[in-house]
């Protein structure tokens, strides 16, 4: 089957609801610790309480036009949480105050998208391990989706080595959300699924639009595997809905709400492997301060 290659602009349209936005440019705090000026504020923001993020879903219309009219489901509810963690300007729905300029400030270095992709790749590994083991049986919903990130991202691996450059271990980072994920899986199948969700379709989202403004500034366009699909990503995306929905079906109303109340720190999480791109950046403006 033919890959999902059109350009971000076609298939991403750059609306409210498309837009990933994410906050990782620091201040220096008094007493040491990273961070940013309050806007408007005299007060400091630590950086462990900027929230990370890129847009987890598509907006309602792409949805229904990709898998036809359907029954509102738990995976809205799961998206209306995650796009309340966005600013405004992020998401029409989105309740946090802007603290950081757009992507396209961004430094990126080589070094630092590497350890990203690094990490990303030990987080793909462990969900699609978790899955194929299923601890629960409702995993095994998720084996073979198509959403796989795992060989893709062994891939581009392969060909930065082909260009001279040193792969990375894993980091402490990427290390301690799959140790997360793992303990999880074993023990609270709604948190996990929060997660799975998050991170699969975060990718597909404002993860692309990330990728491609970080290939146009490192790697002259470049565009990695790890932003293409076999098939058409819409109709992928669906089907993961549908069994998201199906799965969530037989949980009650409180086991869903624990599955919501997951959220935020599965954005927090994923925001720690994010900043992973901007970690020269980072050391430079906290140096500077």
Not at 38 to 45: D, E, I, P
Not at 78 to 98: C, F, I, N, S, Y
Not at 170 to 176: F, I, K, L, T
Request: aromatic share 8%.
């Amino acid at each position: 089957m033919a890959s999902s290659t059109l350009p971000i602009s076609q298939s991403l349209p750059f609306s409210a609801h498309r837009r990933a936005i994410i906050s990782a440019f620091l201040g220096k705090h008094p007493h040491g610790l990273l961070c940013r000026p309050r806007r408007g504020a005299g007060g400091w923001m630590p950086l462990r309480t900027m929230v990370v993020s890129a847009t987890t879903t598509e907006t309602p219309k792409k949805r229904q036009a990709a898998g036809g009219a359907r029954d509102r489901g738990f995976v809205d509810e799961m998206r209306a949480v995650a796009m309340k963690l966005h600013t405004r300007d992020q998401a029409k729905e989105g309740e946090k105050t802007p603290e950081s300029p757009p992507v396209s400030k961004w430094e990126p270095s080589v070094e630092g998208y590497l350890r990203f992709l690094v990490d990303s790749k030990l987080v793909y590994d462990t969900l699609e391990t978790i899955v194929q083991k299923a601890a629960y049986p409702s995993y095994a919903e998720f084996r073979n989706t198509g959403l796989e990130r795992s060989e893709k991202l062994a891939k581009d691996l392969e060909w930065f080595k082909d260009q001279g450059h040193t792969i990375p271990e894993p980091s402490s980072v990427g290390a301690s959300y799959a140790k997360y994920l793992e303990e999880l899986s074993e023990k609270d199948p709604q948190a996990f699924i929060c997660h799975f969700y998050n991170v699969y379709f975060a990718h597909t989202a404002g993860g692309r639009m990330i990728g491609r403004k970080v290939a146009e500034k490192i790697l002259d366009n470049k565009e990695l595997e790890f932003y293409k699909w076999d098939g058409d990503l819409s109709q992928l995306l669906q089907n993961v809905r549908d069994k998201l929905n199906r799965v969530a079906s037989s949980w009650s109303r409180e086991e869903k709400d624990h599955c919501l109340e997951e959220t935020e720190k599965s954005f927090k999480y994923s925001g720690s492997i994010l900043r992973l791109i901007l970690s020269q950046q980072l050391r430079k403006d906290s140096s500077a301060c």
